[in-house]
């Protein structure tokens, strides 16, 4: 089992609808998880940390199940800009390092 | 505060040449992580460091790629000598220490990489 997994996409949708995305990982000692955004030719960017309670901002819902070590995004009035690659990201326990997945796509359409 | 701060932000070299990528971190950011991107396989892990001492390298593909944090405010990231499946994006990040969820990654802008 890969350490952090997303489904790839594309998901392709149109402005304003509502799109989730889903992330599972393998280490069940994991501490912290975020979300990163990376538009084409740039840098990954932090969207949102993950906290256990599950946490908002604007538009975004992040939420975390710890038991089925899984983490989710939740879009709401998905916007043109949305349009963008979303990592899952996990932070280990004792360790420094961050995992990232691939990446899933995400295209809005007018 | 300047962010991450990489150089250059693309380099094409032949194939055999040395290759050297700079990074400077945030100060006060007492982790560095080198990671590179490539289609295929995503962002993958090279090495990280803390208090310029690296703490996990197994991510380096092999004894060609060489990294190094002389103090904390520069670290280097060489190849030598290149090969063409080496071509991809190197981005250098920086974080505080991971306790917390104080602790995300802050990225430089990165280096394309072009072997031919």
């Known amino acids: 089992r890969k350490e952090v997994e997303q489904d790839p996409g594309p998901f392709n949708v149109p402005e304003g609808a509502t799109v989730a995305f889903n992330c599972t990982y393998s280490n069940s000692a994991s501490q912290s998880f975020f979300w990163y955004r990376q538009d084409c030719r740039k840098e990954p960017k932090l969207l949102m940390s993950v906290y256990s309670s599950g946490n908002e901002d604007g538009r975004f819902t992040a939420q975390l199940n710890r038991a089925s070590q899984y983490i989710s995004l939740l879009i709401r009035d998905s916007k043109l800009s949305d349009s963008a690659t979303y990592l899952c990201?996990?932070?280990?326990?004792?360790?420094?390092?961050?995992?990232f997945g691939k990446g899933t796509k995400l295209s809005v359409k007018p | 505060d300047a962010g991450v701060i990489q150089s250059p932000r693309h380099e094409v070299t032949e194939m055999g040449q040395e290759v050297t990528l700079r990074c400077k971190p945030i100060?006060?950011?007492?982790?560095l992580f080198w990671y590179r991107q490539t289609m295929m396989r995503g962002l993958e892990l090279l090495i990280y460091?803390?208090?310029?001492?690296?703490?996990?390298d197994s991510g380096m593909p092999e004894d060609r790629f060489s990294a190094k944090m002389p103090n904390a405010s520069f670290s280097t990231l060489k190849i030598q000598p290149s090969e063409p499946r080496d071509s991809a994006v190197y981005f250098c990040?920086?974080?505080?220490?991971?306790?917390?969820?104080?602790?995300?990654?802050?990225f430089g802008n990165g280096t394309r990489l072009t072997v031919t």
């Open positions: 460091f803390n208090n310029n001492v690296p703490i996990d």
């Open positions: 990201v996990v932070r280990g326990g004792s360790q420094g390092n961050l995992i």
């Open positions: 100060s006060g950011h007492d982790y």
């Open positions: 990040a920086s974080s505080l220490p991971p306790k917390g969820y104080n602790s995300p990654l802050h």
